[in-house]
């Protein structure tokens, strides 16, 4: 029993190491290729024809396997802005963002920036501009302002010794300084729709001329007296002419004159004095309005357009004035002759005796010496109220600007018209004083206030041409150009027709007046123009 167990183990163990010595047999699988097998070492000595060599590869089926797969390197980085090194695709130049798949296993995700461009669309702006701007000239009643000339012939226009000191024509104001700030905002994500705001103001310009006139000083008499009559020195004559509305012949009201008439008979009144001419001019206007973009180009584009369309409201406002002015310092003396006794009561020349002579003003009789003044003055008002309508493009090519806006407003002008005059008058001895309503442009006939309202419309064109200096900052100069159709301007109310009756200074002060009324609130038309130099901002 024994024997045999003892028997059968050696049997099994026979049978293994005969097993382990054999070379094993490849598994092939169901269909599909075969991959390749590497064979283990051959455990005993070889045999003919049993395998291949030690350590040797087994190579593929023939018809049944492709070749062993092989790991890729990573891409080579193209230059910068085009790391994949495609070049261009079309004309829309390479993506402008993070690029998906990864460009490959062993680099990080590639970021191409957007392309620089200036005309991408902001969200915000601000401009700043200098102006040099020019007006037109503003008109005047016609005749002569102010006339010197011979001391009897009164300044007269068309004497032969009067000289025209300031003419009644146009006075240009020249250059003018002012300025133009805008600012606005796109609301929407698509920056379509927004509000600008643009305010325009020319400062006040200002023409003033003045001329002095003595038509004596006091100093030595005849016959060397002291303190007596007046000495003629300095232009003798200063007139203001206007037409007689009696006679419809030039007069003139004298200033200034080494032989004004007093009050008492064959006295001489000798006068210093002055007259001056001014005239002022001021604009100013805003336009709120909404903006609409119509057309805006791609970003990239080198060469880019934006349209906009503007609609809102807008407010215009012109004010200007002209005044004239007189003073005059009158005396008035009758020479009294003095006589003393001298040796053996023979009565000797002492000389004369100035005697203040009464001056008459405004139908009030006043002892010399006194101050006379007269003004005239005439305020214009011209507001505007209305709809405004109007088309911006602005136009790019590289870092260069050219933009055009073009407004067109339509609504209602309120025009005002304020006439005031006043003769006065003071005694510089007795300090005794007085004064009437009325000067000689602006008399009885026509100080007052008046207004009127026209339908009206102003033309509005700005021009620019600049660089974009950076990104968000550009500097450009430009061309501006404002029309309002319906104005009314003080130089234009001045009536030259007068009745003397009606000044104050008039020795034919209070007789029966001839009416010189108001010449009806004349209109004109009114333009100003010029260049610019501004800066502008964006975000």
């Known amino acids: 029993m024994r024997k045999r167990f003892l028997g059968s183990i050696a049997a099994l163990a026979a049978g293994a190491g005969t097993a382990w010595g054999q ?62 090194g495609l070049g261009p695709t079309a004309t829309l130049g390479p993506p402008p963002g993070p690029m998906y798949p990864n460009p490959g296993p062993y680099t990080a995700p590639m970021y191409q920036p957007a392309p620089t461009s200036y005309g991408t669309p902001t969200h915000a ?39 025209a000191l300031i003419g009644g024509g146009e006075i240009n104001y020249g250059g003018i300084s002012g300025f133009r700030i805008g600012a606005g905002f796109f609301g929407d994500a698509d920056r379509r729709f927004g509000f600008d705001l643009g305010t325009m103001y020319a400062a006040p310009k200002q023409y003033s001329k003045t001329f002095d006139a003595n038509s004596g000083s006091a100093g030595t008499g005849p016959f060397g007296t002291p ?111 003095q006589f003393v006794t001298g040796p053996f009561g023979v009565p000797v020349f002492n000389g004369f005796l100035a005697i203040p002579d009464p001056v008459s003003v405004g139908g009030v009789t006043t002892a010399s010496p006194s101050t006379i003044d007269i003004a005239d003055r005439f305020v214009t008002t011209n507001r505007f109220n209305g709809g405004d309508f109007g088309v911006r493009m602005n136009a790019r090519y590289g870092i260069f600007n050219v933009a055009a806006t073009g407004r067109f407003a339509v609504g209602n002008m309120h025009q005002t018209l304020r006439v005031r005059g006043v003769t006065s008058f003071q005694n510089t001895d007795t300090g005794r004083s007085g004064f009437a309503y009325a000067g000689l442009y602006a008399n009885a006939s026509n100080v007052g206030t008046y207004s009127n309202d026209e339908f009206a419309v102003i033309p509005d064109l700005n021009l620019t041409v600049g660089i974009n200096v950076t990104r968000c900052l550009s500097m450009y100069v430009g061309y501006n150009f404002v029309y309002l159709n319906k104005v009314i301007r003080p130089g ?41 130099f501004g800066f502008g901002l964006k975000y």
């Open 125 to 163: 702006w601000f401009t700043g501009e200098y102006l040099l701007l020019f007006n037109t000239s503003q008109p005047g009643p016609g005749v002569p302002l102010l006339t010197t000339g011979s001391p009897n012939q009164g300044g007269i226009p068309g004497a032969p010794t009067t000289t």
């Open 227 to 337: 303190g007596g009559a007046l000495v003629g020195s300095g232009i003798p004559v200063l007139a203001r002419p206007f037409i007689d509305a009696n006679t419809g012949l030039f007069t003139s009201l004298v200033v200034v004159a080494p032989n004004l008439p007093g009050v008492t008979p064959g006295s001489t009144v000798l006068s210093v004095g002055l007259a001056n001419v001014n005239t002022r001019s001021s604009f100013w206007s805003a336009d709120p309005a909404a903006i609409w973009n119509l057309y805006r180009a791609a970003p990239e584009s080198r060469f880019g357009v934006s349209i906009d369309l503007l609609a809102g409201y807008k407010h215009a406002q012109l004010n200007e004035e002209y005044v004239i002015s007189s003073q005059t310092l009158v005396r008035g003396a009758t020479l009294v002759p």
């Open 23 to 84: 070379s094993p047999v490849p598994v092939v699988p169901v269909g599909g290729p075969q991959p390749a097998v590497m064979a283990p070492a051959a455990i005993g000595p070889a045999m003919s024809g049993a395998g291949p060599a030690v350590g040797a590869a087994l190579g593929p089926v023939a018809g049944e396997h492709g070749p062993n797969p092989v790991l890729m390197p990573p891409i080579a980085v193209g230059p910068p802005g085009d790391p994949m």
């Open 492 to 532: 234009n109310q001045l009536n030259p027709v007068i009745d003397p009756s009606i000044v104050p200074f008039s020795t034919a002060y209070g007789n029966a007046a001839v009416p010189s009324p108001l010449k009806g609130l004349v209109q004109d038309d009114f333009t100003i123009q010029g260049v610019s």
